[in-house]
């Protein structure tokens, strides 16, 4: 009987879970009747014997349908649950750039520029200074006589006194007072060239120009010489060559009302005088 109950239960290992739990029951109930058996010693009858086996049977029959609802009906895993979790991370919020709030680049000011204006010539040998302010007045769109300068100027028959007298008048008639006196007292320096060539680009592209207070002789890029001992007004209306050439409005000769002139030689014209831009 033994070797029977172990060879019973060798076979339930490896059986299905629900026929674990049968066979696992019926050897319990087989156990405890050998037991009663052994400890009394008597056979059993074989009519006492036949309730138990049905007994057995109704048993297995009932532990088989608990192992089968067991195994079809197992419990819901926790991942499975449809509701999300607290602690669930939330969408990241959707970055944003700042605005660049700084300047557009100001554009390059163009290799060449000249100004429209309306020429005239001086009306008298001393009127060079009101000439050349009324040049450049009307090259700003601002239109002034000669005479109505020269009062405002102070002119004489000796002339008008200086770059400081220029720059004032312009300013009168110009919004803004944009002009300011720049002087050469000796010979003019580098940074003094790059500040005129700089000025000049400047005040053409802000359509207005200079007047020039300058004394002695140059000579223009096409090798035409211009001398004034005593001193003279020009008016500088264009440039080309990014600055290094400028365009004069000379009131002295109505046969020669402009011609070109580099930056470099009209700096040493100005030596001891000066101009307004």
Known sequence: ???????????LVTQRPYQIVAG??????????TGAALATGDAPAPVAGAAP???LDSR??????TGEVRVADPSPSP??????????????????TDPDTSRPAKPKPPSTKVLDYDYQAQTTFYYCGPAAVRNALDAAGVTRSQDELAVA??????????????????????KGNPYRTRTIPGAASPAQLDQLRADVVRVINDNRAIVANVVGTATDTNGGWHSFPGGHYVAVVGYKNDGRTVRIADSADPSLPGYWISTIDLANWMVTRGYSA
């Open 79 to 96: 991942s499975a649950s449809p509701s999300g979790s607290p602690s669930a991370a939330k969408p990241a919020a959707k970055a944003t």
């Open 153 to 174: 100027l102070g002119t004489t028959e000796m002339g008008t006194n200086s770059a400081l007298d220029t720059t004032r008048v312009l300013n009168q008639q110009v």
């Open 60 to 65: 297995i029959d009932e532990a088989a349908t």
């Open 1 to 11: 009987m033994k070797h029977h109950l172990k060879r019973q239960l060798r076979r």
């Open 24 to 33: 696992a029951t019926a050897a319990l109930v087989l156990a405890g009747g």
């Open 53 to 55: 086996v049905a007994e």
